[in-house]
């Protein structure tokens, strides 16, 4: 039985497994290390709680458990978002068969997840969001089942869903609130009246609900930081026109297409009107994204699948309308063409210096016209995820050298104030080498995690303003300076490396005063 369902589903496992190699293999290349989220992530995982300032704690418990058992090692935590980034490939796959698409929607269906810059880059490294588009395609495929099938009882699988959902990221809420919208606005609102989706629905609050007793605990904390993300505006034609060009890029131009063949397949196929309730779910959440100006495109990746499985399924019959079987096969060899840019750019293939060769000869063409600039601000993004990923090693080296040339005095009563979450947590990863004293910051989740048993005697920063140091402390020298890092996304210059004497106030007062604000 189960030979026979892989003989059946080999293209889709075929694609999948092609997924997860170009995802894990770039991992074997020498020109890239631990993104500074990830180093962030591995400190949360060490200090495991039923929420964080900036992100709900599903991720992070993976985490530990990923580190637990096999390590934390380059290989060992990029490995599970690799393998989710296949999982995703698979799942469209199955979505797409189970909506009636042939061999050949099934293949385009897959191909076109596995050259989406937004799914590459997302699952290239381990992050809440590598698994956000892996749970919201989860619920689809059941709901769907449940509108074939007629299962009320898988309700409470999706409730389940629902909640780790929230669990791992609170945006998913956005997605659930879309598809109960979507369903409202269709005739399976009839389940509204069955007991086994309240009990889903119930389920999904049990999930959520250690995370919700902590955000009262910490008197919703993280509201302050997803305050800061969101701006709501006034919703235009030209302002929806204006971020298409954006979404094409982050898509694939290819991909795009596809994903418009769907938004008809949804709203205006005949064998696609009892999934309507999904097109309601990718429009309700693409336009909350684009109302409050949460200005990155890839927000909305997880409600792109669906589109991707219906556009192809209007391709197939299309195709097979004007038999056209030779458009296939060239369709095929396109995406694998198309694909190639989206692994150049989405990647950690090239070399840091290529990269930057790469991006330079592309803003050199594209410099005057408003095209060629949106399709930079797309590059560059992409490229901060590879630049993001240098200097961590050599700037903890530097750090260590200055701690190290202190009095023995000295080091006992030292600590390291980081102005940033990812500084310090690459402190705290790479500095254990060198015996660093513990690490202090006031952003993120170090907020919460304090100064522990800090006196402001000595303290060791890194950047900052001389003179505002002067103000709070009575001795502030420079003792060293970070070495500049020519393709990295921090340090480019050299930023000088302080020990501070002698704070002038309780260091309550000063950790207080320094949180930062979003």
């Not at 369903?183 to 995370?211: D, E, H, Q, S």
């Not at 919460?448 to 005697?457: I, N, P, Q």
Request: hydrophobic share 50%.
């Amino acid at each position: 039985m189960f030979f026979k369902s892989l003989k059946n589903n080999w293209v889709i496992l075929s694609i999948s497994l092609f997924n997860f190699a170009v995802l894990f293999i770039p991992n074997f290349f020498p020109y890239y290390g631990y993104f500074g989220d990830e180093l962030y992530e591995i400190a949360c995982s060490k200090r495991l709680a039923f929420g964080y300032v900036d992100h709900p704690p599903f991720a992070t418990f993976f985490l530990s458990i990923i580190r637990f058992f096999i390590g934390d090692s380059l290989f060992a935590i990029r490995l599970l978002p690799a393998l989710a980034g296949g999982s995703l490939v698979f799942l469209i796959g199955v979505i797409t068969k189970r909506l009636g698409g042939g061999i050949f929607a099934q293949g385009i269906a897959c191909l076109a997840a596995s050259i989406v810059p937004f799914y590459l880059m997302m699952h290239g490294f381990y992050s809440l969001n590598a698994f956000e588009s892996l749970l919201l395609t989860c619920c689809v495929l059941v709901l769907i089942i449940i509108i074939q099938d007629n299962k009320p009882k898988l309700w409470l699988i999706w409730g389940l869903i629902i909640g780790i959902g929230i669990m791992n990221k609170h945006t998913f809420v956005v997605f659930g609130i879309a598809m109960l919208s979507g369903i409202m606005f269709t005739p399976w609102r009839k389940y509204f009246r069955n007991k086994y989706f309240w009990r889903g629905i119930f389920i999904a609050c049990i999930v959520i609900l250690p995370n919700v007793i902590w955000q009262i605990q910490n008197n919703f904390i993280s509201t302050e930081y997803y305050k800061a993300s969101v701006d709501a505006i006034v919703p235009t034609p030209s302002l929806i026109l204006s971020i298409m060009p954006m979404i094409a890029l982050g898509l694939n131009p290819l991909v795009f297409t596809i994903c418009l063949l769907g938004m008809f397949y949804l709203f205006f196929s005949s064998e696609g009107k009892p999934y309507r309730v999904f097109g309601w779910m990718f429009l309700l959440s693409f336009l909350f994204f684009t109302l409050t100006n949460i200005n990155r495109p890839d927000r909305a990746a997880p409600v792109y699948p669906i589109l991707m499985a219906g556009g192809s399924i209007i391709l197939e019959r299309w195709l097979n309308e004007f038999h056209k079987d030779w458009l296939k096969t060239f369709i095929i060899f396109i995406f694998f063409i198309g694909g190639i840019f989206s692994f150049l750019i989405s990647l950690p293939v090239l070399p840091p210096d290529v990269l930057q060769k790469y991006s330079d000869m592309i803003e050199l063409r594209n410099q005057e016209s408003k095209e060629g600039k949106l399709l930079m601000s797309v590059i560059n993004h992409h490229h901060s995820l590879f630049t993001n990923r240098l200097g961590w090693p050599s700037m903890v080296e530097d750090v260590a050298a200055v701690y190290h040339h202190l009095s023995a005095e000295d080091k006992e009563k030292a600590v390291i104030l980081s102005s940033h979450c990812a500084e310090a947590a690459a402190l705290e990863f790479y500095g254990s080498q060198y015996n660093l004293p513990p690490v202090i910051s006031v952003d993120n989740n170090y907020r919460l995690w304090g100064y522990g048993k800090a006196t402001g005697e000595v303290m060791i920063t890194i950047g900052g303003n001389k003179d505002v140091l002067k103000s709070i402390f009575e001795k502030v020298e420079v003792s060293g300076i970070i070495s500049p890092c020519t393709f990295c996304l921090r340090y480019q210059e050299s930023t000088p490396i302080y020990v501070c004497r002698k704070m002038n106030r309780p260091m309550t007062d000063f950790f207080v005063a320094h949180i930062r604000p979003y």
